[in-house]
C-alpha cells in the first residue's frame, strides 16, 4: 500500500484489518476490511451496536486479542510526533503480541482506558502502586519516590480529591468515578499520544459520566492527545467527536466528520441509529424507533451486505456480493450500493472470505 | 491486623470448648460400656462387683456433664488419660504425632510445588503440552484411589524392585538418620502427594485461568511490563486465593485421613492410633485424636483467614 497521507498529521493508520477468531476448528471473520485514520489532536468517534467489532478493532491495534485471534492488516501504522520528529511503527509487522516491540508502545505511546473500572484494577494493590508501575517500567533509574510525586500530581489533575491521602487507598475504597480517574491516570501516566477508550463510562451513572468525558475532551484539547472514543452513546458522540466512524458487523459502514455524519447522515445503518437515540419529551404514546430486526449471527452470514435484511432500502444487488466504500464529499465515505454512481472510496472488493 | 489476627485466635477457643462437648458427649451416647473393653470378659462375667467397683473408681457413674468437665480439667493441667490398656496417651501422641505430620508436611510441601506449578504453566500455556499432560494425570490421580496407588507403589517400589522398604518408619539397624527418613517416607509420600496434585493443578489452573481472563490483567498488559510480571504480579497473588483454602484444608484432612495411607505403608502415625483406637473401643484415645483433628482443623481455618487478609486488602481492611 502506497503512502498516501502525512504522518505528521496522521497519527494512526488502519488500512485492511482483518480479525478472525477461531473457535472449535471454525475460523469466524469479526473484523473485516476495516480502514481508517486518526488525525493528530483529534477524537474520533467508533460507534455501533454491541457485537459489531468495534472493541475488538481496538484490541487488534493494541494488540490485546487472545491466541485465538488471527490478526491480518496491511498497515497498523502508528507515527509518534516527538520535538517536531516523526517516527513511524508499523504495528501489523510486530510478530509478538506481548513481545519488547509492542510493550514498549504500550504507556508511553498509546495507552487503552477501559470500561469498567470496577473490575479493571487489580483490588490487591494500592492504587497509587497500580499506576506507578507503568512509570517505573518505563522509566528505567526513576526512583520510587520520584514516581509517587509523579503520581501525586496526576491524581491532582484528575480531580481525585485528597490524592496524598488516597494514593494509599486500594481500590475498593473507590467509587466507580473515581476508579475510572484511576485507570485514566494509569492511562496517561507515560504521557501517551494516543488513548483508546473503550466505552469510558458505560458503568458509570450519568452525572459521573459527564466528568469523566470532560476530563477526556481537556486532554485532548489542552494537552493535545489524540483520542478514540468506542461507545454506543450518539450524544457523547456529538459532543465529542471531530470524526465518527460508524461501524456494522465488523464493517466500517460510514465514516467522515461530525458534520457529515449527523447532518448528512446517509448509510441507511447510521440513519436507523440516530434515530433511534432517545430524546427527552417524547409524546404520549409516541415510541422510540428500533432497528427492525436483530443483529445476524457473524457465523451465518453470506456475503453482500450485512445490513440487507434490517435495511428498508434492501435490493437483490444488496445480497450478491460485498459492497465497497464510495466517497460523497471528502473523507465522507459510505459503504451502500445507494451511493454507486459516487466514485469509489477504496480499493473494494474485499480481500477473499475466510472460510 | 494484629487485631484481625488476636481476634481469630480467641473465637478459636469456645469453638475447641464446644467441639471437645460435642465429641464427648457423642461418643458417649453410643451407648457402649467403656469397660467392655477395658475389663476382660471372664472377670465382667464371675465377679461384676469388680466391674461396679471400678465404674464407681473411673467416675463412670456421675452425670455426663460432671465426667466432661473433669475430663477438661485434665486436659487443661496436660494429663490426656490413659488408654485401655493403661498406657499414657500423652505419650502415644507425643510418639507417633511427629511422624504423621512429617508425612502431611512433606506431601503439602511437594504437591503445593507440583500441583501448583503445573496448574499456573497450564493455565498460562492453556492447550499446551503441559496443560494436555497435567489434565490426564490430573483425572487418573483423581480416578485411581490412593490406597490402590499405595499398593501398586509397595508392588513395584519394594516386592518387584526392592528399592524402598514396604512399611513402618524407622529401620533397627539404621546407620544414618536422613537417609533412613528418606527411604521410608519416599512411598507414602509420594503416594499422598500424587492425590493431592491432581486436585491442586486442576484447581490452581481453573482459578488461574479465570484471573487471566480478567479485565486488570489487560489493564497490566496495557502499561507494557513484560509477561511474567503481568502473570507473577498479577495473575498469581489474585489466583492463590482461592488455592490457599483449598491447601490448607488438606491439612486437616491430611493430618486426620491419612489413616489409609498409613495402614497401607504400616505407618505408625495418629492415623493408625485412630484405626486401633477405634476397632478396640479406647473411648480416650479417640477422644483426643479427633480433638486434635479438629484443633488441627481449627488452626488451619485460622490460617487461611490470616492468609487471605495478607493477600486481599478487602478482608484485611473489612474487618
Not at chain 1, 516491540?101 to 470496577?118: H, K, T
Not at chain 1, 450478491?320 to 460523497?328: N, T
Not at chain 2, 457423642?26 to 464371675?46: A, H, K
Request: charged share 20%; aromatic share 6%; with cysteine.
Amino acid at each position: 500500500m502506497g503512502k498516501n497521507f502525512d504522518s505528521k498529521e496522521i497519527i494512526l493508520n488502519v488500512e485492511n484489518l482483518n480479525t478472525t477468531f477461531v473457535s472449535d476448528q471454525k475460523k469466524i471473520r469479526i473484523v473485516k476490511n476495516v480502514s481508517f485514520q486518526l488525525k493528530r489532536g483529534k477524537a474520533l468517534a467508533v460507534v455501533g451496536e454491541s457485537g459489531c467489532g468495534k472493541s475488538v478493532t481496538m484490541n487488534s491495534i493494541m494488540r490485546f486479542l487472545g491466541r485465538n485471534a488471527i490478526i491480518k492488516a496491511d498497515s497498523i501504522q502508528y507515527n509518534a510526533l516527538r520535538d517536531g520528529k516523526v517516527t513511524e511503527y508499523h504495528i501489523e509487522k510486530i510478530d509478538k503480541p506481548h513481545g519488547p516491540e509492542m510493550r514498549a508502545l504500550r504507556g508511553p505511546e498509546m495507552s487503552m482506558v477501559f470500561q469498567d473500572p470496577m473490575s479493571s484494577l487489580n483490588p490487591v494493590y494500592k492504587v497509587g502502586d497500580q499506576v506507578a508501575e507503568g512509570l517505573l517500567q518505563h522509566n528505567k533509574g526513576m526512583t520510587k519516590a520520584q514516581a509517587r510525586e509523579k503520581v501525586l500530581e496526576m491524581f491532582r489533575k484528575l480531580g481525585i480529591p485528597d490524592p496524598e491521602e488516597r494514593i494509599d487507598c486500594y481500590p475498593h475504597q473507590f467509587s466507580g468515578g473515581m476508579k475510572q480517574r484511576v485507570v485514566i491516570a494509569i492511562a496517561m501516566i507515560c504521557n501517551p499520544e494516543l488513548i483508546i477508550c473503550d466505552e469510558p463510562t458505560t458503568a458509570l451513572d450519568v452525572t459521573i459520566q459527564a466528568q469523566i468525558m470532560e476530563l477526556l475532551k481537556d486532554m485532548q484539547v489542552k494537552d493535545g492527545k489524540s483520542i478514540i472514543l468506542i461507545t454506543h452513546n450518539m450524544g457523547l458522540v456529538a459532543e465529542m467527536a471531530d470524526e465518527v466512524c460508524v461501524m456494522y458487523m465488523g464493517r466500517v459502514v460510514e465514516f467522515g466528520s461530525l458534520e457529515d455524519v449527523f447532518d448528512h447522515t446517509s448509510h441507511p445503518y447510521t440513519q436507523a441509529l440516530l434515530r433511534s437515540v432517545p430524546v427527552l419529551g417524547l409524546a404520549d404514546g409516541q415510541k422510540l424507533e428500533t432497528i427492525p430486526g436483530a443483529t445476524p449471527n457473524p457465523a451465518d452470514l453470506k456475503g453482500g451486505c450485512e445490513f440487507a435484511d434490517r435495511c428498508p432500502f434492501a435490493e437483490d444487488k444488496c445480497r450478491a456480493k460485498d459492497i465497497p466504500m464510495f466517497e460523497l464529499s471528502p473523507g465522507h465515505r459510505v459503504r451502500c450500493l445507494k451511493y454507486s454512481s459516487f466514485p469509489l472510496a477504496e480499493g473494494e472488493p474485499a480481500a477473499a472470505e475466510v472460510k | 491486623m494484629l487485631k484481625f489476627i488476636l481476634k481469630k485466635l480467641a473465637m478459636m477457643i469456645p469453638m475447641l470448648v464446644v467441639i471437645s462437648l460435642v465429641v464427648f458427649l457423642g461418643l458417649r451416647s453410643t451407648g457402649i460400656d467403656p469397660l467392655t473393653f477395658m475389663v476382660p470378659p471372664e472377670v465382667q462375667s464371675q465377679s461384676p462387683e469388680i466391674v461396679e467397683q471400678l465404674r464407681e473408681d473411673l467416675g463412670l457413674n456421675d452425670p455426663l456433664l460432671v465426667q466432661y468437665f473433669r475430663w477438661l480439667g485434665n486436659l487443661l493441667k496436660g494429663d490426656l488419660g490413659l488408654t485401655n490398656k493403661g498406657e499414657d496417651i500423652a505419650g502415644i501422641i507425643a510418639d507417633r504425632l511427629p511422624y504423621t505430620l512429617e508425612l502431611s508436611l512433606y506431601a503439602m510441601l511437594f504437591s503445593s510445588i507440583i500441583g501448583i506449578g503445573i496448574g499456573i504453566i497450564s493455565a498460562i500455556r492453556q492447550n499446551g503440552i503441559v496443560d494436555y499432560i497435567g489434565r490426564v494425570l490430573a483425572v487418573l490421580g483423581q480416578a485411581v484411589p490412593q490406597f490402590l496407588v499405595g499398593i501398586l507403589m509397595i508392588w513395584i517400589f519394594s516386592i518387584k524392585m526392592g528399592i524402598f522398604p514396604a512399611a513402618n518408619r524407622v529401620s533397627p539397624d539404621a546407620t544414618n538418620a536422613f537417609v533412613d527418613a528418606f527411604m521410608h517416607l519416599f512411598l507414602p509420600v509420594t503416594t499422598l502427594t500424587i492425590g493431592m496434585v491432581a486436585v491442586l493443578m486442576r484447581y490452581a489452573r481453573n482459578t488461574m485461568l479465570d484471573v487471566l481472563n480478567s479485565d486488570y490483567i489487560k489493564t497490566a498488559r496495557s502499561k507494557g511490563i513484560p509477561e511474567w510480571k503481568v502473570y507473577l504480579k498479577h495473575g498469581f497473588r489474585n489466583a492463590m486465593k482461592p488455592v490457599l483454602v483449598i491447601l490448607m484444608f488438606r491439612i486437616p484432612a491430611l493430618i486426620g485421613g491419612s489413616v489409609v495411607i498409613e495402614s497401607v505403608f504400616s505407618y505408625p502415625g495418629i492415623g493408625t492410633s485412630m484405626t486401633n483406637a477405634i476397632t478396640n473401643m479406647d473411648y480416650n484415645l479417640v477422644l483426643v485424636i479427633t480433638l486434635i483433628i479438629a484443633a488441627v482443623m481449627l488452626v488451619a481455618s485460622f490460617m487461611v483467614d490470616v492468609l487471605n487478609a495478607l493477600l486481599d486488602p478487602r478482608v484485611r481492611l473489612g474487618e
